[in-house]
């Protein structure tokens, strides 16, 4: 389809300010979040990825759809943005994995999207004035007073005080067995997970429970798993008090933990730090983080629109429970200093805020996987004793 044949489409932004473009993918309106992605690559992760529910995704790499999509690299089961902003969309997609055209697939899965926008100012935008609500019209919706369609993007909840990981987190526990011998059982809490998380403990002979959202302490310790795991996942920390609660259990009873992105967070409320939301947060794969412990600098994969607030360069009682130890930042972001990681010192427990599955890459973290183990390992050893 030619420019000339495209229905015209316009964003919103709440502070008012509008970019003009042409539709892509669905036509209608797209309402949440703005965010914007630096990925150059893994568009196709990015809108299966459930941290990106209830925001519209606004891509910097200039060039999208080039390879199309395929069945294979999704990380859920659904397409999970509320809308999708590009500069060129590919008018041809060619790859040999490919089995549909992105545009396709988002129109049919009704996705409304907006191309033609210059992308650039509108992420120097959003770095200015910060993540805000905003929305995207096309075809009927597109030619109403701009006035009108700002009263609408207003109106669409915030992300401050959203709970959302019961509403992406699958509804039954299921099993993802491990490949070769089994050595672990590790219940991993679906806030949101992404299908590289649990194939990346399979791989490392780890049994993977991934259990609802809502799965209450009670029935984790009828399942006796030797570690728990916290997946990433949408929506404000401070509301997840079920999560919490169940993680607060966890650490009083000694049961090694860990946790990415969402999950560090929760870490960080459960040992009686305090979260806050960043201005336009972290989106993207090519975010530096420093790893206190040896000095290297990882290149990692994030999604994140809320931080952890903790000291960086000193070991503190963890502030909610003098049981729970010495607790000291991991990890550094490199690019304004935001917590990236924590280390309990006293009990088996760390997070990290960033993504070390990261199936578009780059992979630079994912020995944190073997650290999970050996933290098991460790723990299993010592009670034996």
């Given amino acids: 389809m030619s420019l000339l044949d495209r229905p015209k489409a316009i964003l919103v932004l709440e502070d008012g ?43 910097t790499a200039p060039h999208i759809g080039n390879t199309g999509v395929n069945d294979v690299d999704d990380e859920s089961l659904k397409y999970w943005v509320a809308g999708y902003v590009v500069r060129d969309a590919a008018r041809i997609s060619s790859n040999w994995r490919a089995t ?30 910060g993540a805000m609500r905003v929305g995207i019209f096309s075809g009927e919706d597109a030619g109403r007073p701009v006035g009108e369609l700002l009263t609408i993007v207003r109106e669409t ?68 798993p030797d570690g728990v795991f916290f997946s990433n996942g949408p929506g404000d920390p401070e509301t997840a008090t079920a999560q919490i609660e169940v993680l607060t259990e966890v650490l009083a009873h000694r049961i090694p933990f860990f946790g990415i992105c969402f999950g560090n967070q929760l870490l960080g409320r459960a040992l009686g730090f305090g979260t806050y939301k960043l201005r336009f947060g972290h989106r993207g ?25 903790a000291p960086l360069h000193e070991v503190v009682t963890a502030p909610a429970n003098a049981d729970f130890g010495r607790v000291e930042v991991s990890h550094i972001g490199l690019n304004d200093d935001v917590v990236e ?35 098991m390992t460790t723990t299993a050893k010592t009670a034996a004793e």
């Fill in 100 to 129: 549909e055209d992105l545009e396709a697939r988002l129109r049919r899965l009704d996705i409304v999207g907006i191309q033609d926008v210059d992308t650039r100012a509108l992420t120097l935008h959003l770095r200015e004035a």
């Fill in 341 to 375: 990681g924590l280390r309990c010192l006293d009990i088996p427990a760390f997070s990290v805020q960033f993504h070390p599955e990261s199936a578009a890459g780059p992979h630079d973290s994912r020995g944190l996987f073997d650290r999970f183990v050996d933290l």
């Fill in 17 to 59: 300010t509008t970019f003009a473009g042409h539709a892509y993918g669905a036509t209608g309106r797209g309402l949440g979040e703005a965010v914007f992605v630096t990925a150059m690559t893994g568009y196709q992760e990015t809108l299966t990825d459930p941290s990106y529910h209830r925001q519209v995704v606004v891509q």
């Fill in 285 to 309: 794969v090519n975010q530096p983080v420093l790893d206190t412990a040896t000095g290297r600098v990882e290149i990692t994969a994030q999604n994140h629109g809320f931080a952890v607030d």
């Fill in 157 to 224: 909840p915030a992300m401050t005080g959203a709970q959302l990981a019961d509403e992406v987190s699958t509804d039954e526990p299921y099993i993802v067995e491990a490949v070769g011998p089994k050595k672990f059982t590790v219940a991993a809490y679906d806030l949101g997970i992404k299908a590289m998380t649990p194939q990346q403990l399979a791989e490392r002979g780890i049994e993977v429970h991934v259990v609802p959202a809502d799965y209450p302490f009670e029935k984790l310790q009828e399942l006796g």
